[in-house]
């Protein structure tokens, strides 16, 4: 299977159904009360997208370049952006579509969780764990050995990412928890599963060398299911928080204590 047909098949198909069922709420639904609407919801959508290639392609490239995976060159298209095939940016932004688009299909369908807490305690808590498994992840890629680079480089690459995201408001990300896990989920365990196709295909490969050894169903490595776990996380907080009222409203209260004057 080429990797353009990988594309098609299993990310532009389900895109475009969403896409299809994107159009049909705008009709059926009400606007959203406790989170942004129509063009808000397009606009922050692209910006992950933009993100996701911007912050991705250094480190895809380091992978790529360091023999952690690799392509087929006969299942893809030639055309190289460093060490990257074209197809695997065209990854970034649709696995971004896919994810926004799901996002949005939940945000309609589940009711607003009653009685939010706000918690700055919570919020340094939940930083602080995450801050320590960076740590963690930083003591194993420059020192456990070859054997936890794929793991390690995932979760030193991704978590910072994470930081604002968990001092900002991971009190919110727990009052959305239902919306936030099911957003991770669906897509984190279909991509997974479609992982499964690909390798087997041979479209892509990982190193036995760079990851731990443990397999699902004997060929998918753990290291691949975190990664599309993790890169779901992002897209999914990103989203919550960035459309949340409560976010605005948290970010405009910061804005007035702090920069005086503005409105």
């Known amino acids: 299977m080429t990797y353009f047909g990988f594309l098609l098949r299993f990310l532009v198909f389900p895109i475009l159904a969403l896409l299809l069922l994107t159009f049909i709420d705008e009709r059926r639904f009400p606007p959203m009360q406790h989170f942004q609407n129509g063009k808000v919801v397009w606009k922050i959508i692209a910006l992950h997208g933009i993100i996701a290639v911007i912050y991705t392609t250094p480190w895809d490239n380091y992978l790529v370049a360091n023999g952690v995976w690799f392509y087929n060159p006969a299942l893809v298209s030639g055309i190289l952006l460093g060490y990257v095939p074209l197809e695997?940016?065209?990854?970034?932004?649709?696995?971004t579509l896919?994810?926004?688009l799901w996002w949005w299909f939940l945000a309609r369908r589940l009711p607003e969780p009653s009685n939010f807490r706000p918690s700055r305690r919570g919020r340094w808590i939940a930083f602080g764990v995450l801050l320590g498994a960076w740590a963690l992840s930083a003591?194993?890629?420059f020192a456990g050995g070859q054997r936890w680079t794929?793991?390690?480089i995932i979760l030193f690459w991704a978590l910072p990412a994470m930081f604002p995201q968990f001092l900002i408001g991971a009190d919110i990300l727990w009052h959305y928890r239902r919306l936030a896990g099911l957003g991770i989920l669906v897509p984190g365990a279909y991509l997974s599963a479609m992982d499964i196709v690909a390798l087997s295909a041979s479209t892509w490969s990982?190193?036995?060398?760079?990851?731990?050894?443990?397999?699902?169903?004997g060929i998918l490595p753990v290291e691949?299911?975190?990664?599309f776990f993790i890169t779901n996380v992002l897209i999914i907080f990103g989203m919550t928080l960035m459309l949340s009222?409560?976010?605005r409203e948290r970010f405009f209260a910061w804005r007035r204590r702090n920069f005086r004057g503005l409105p």
């Open 98 to 100: 896919l994810a926004g």
């Open 206 to 217: 990982i190193s036995p060398q760079h990851t731990t050894g443990l397999l699902l169903f």
């Open 245 to 247: 009222n409560l976010c």
């Open 139 to 141: 003591y194993l890629l």
């Open 150 to 152: 794929y793991l390690s």
């Open 224 to 227: 691949e299911v975190l990664f």
């Open 88 to 95: 695997e940016y065209l990854f970034f932004v649709l696995e």
